[in-house]
């Protein structure tokens, strides 16, 4: 038991004692603490499926409203290498988002009314109903982190929603 105790004493003393050595070094400037807090934030944030989309591909045409400037890393890379380093705003691309999954959502109310208002055969109909549903669950199962019940309970919702602009005779 004695050298349990010796073992953790000798553990807690190693730190403490490095502890007091980072304590001595003094406050770290400020350039270095916000790029630990950039760290700390990209490590600690999940995004959904929408924003790394939005992220990884570069050929997207609106990726310039969240892509902040590039550091100067010609001191890191060796003569005729050029590295490529990207940086974004997390911020923005929810932002951007959330605007996205917004207007799809949008139109995905909107557009089955007027169409349902053009076209007159019953089974015409129950086709564009059909068509907006597996799209809605497509687009929702891809833009959201929800569990599939959670995917199945908002598309029978939905379903339910245009089944009754079906019946009101729209």
Known sequence: MIDRVSVKLHKYNNLLHAHFELRSRGQAPNHIAENVKDLLSISLMQKGALEHFFEEHPIFPMRWLWHKKALNTSVDSTPGEEEVRQY?????????????????????????????????????????????????????????????????????????????????GI
Request: aromatic residues 14%; proline residues 4%; charged residues 10%.
């Open 88 to 168: 974004s705003s997390d911020e923005r691309i929810v932002l951007y988002s959330t605007i996205s999954i917004f207007l799809i959502g949008l139109f995905m109310l909107i557009a089955p009314l007027w169409i349902l208002n053009i076209v007159h055969p019953q089974h015409w109909k129950l086709g564009v109903i059909t068509i907006f549903v597996v799209v809605f669950l497509a687009v929702l199962s891809f833009v959201t982190e929800a569990k599939p019940f959670e995917n199945l309970a908002a598309t029978v919702a939905y379903c339910a929603v245009l089944v009754v602009f079906l019946q009101s």
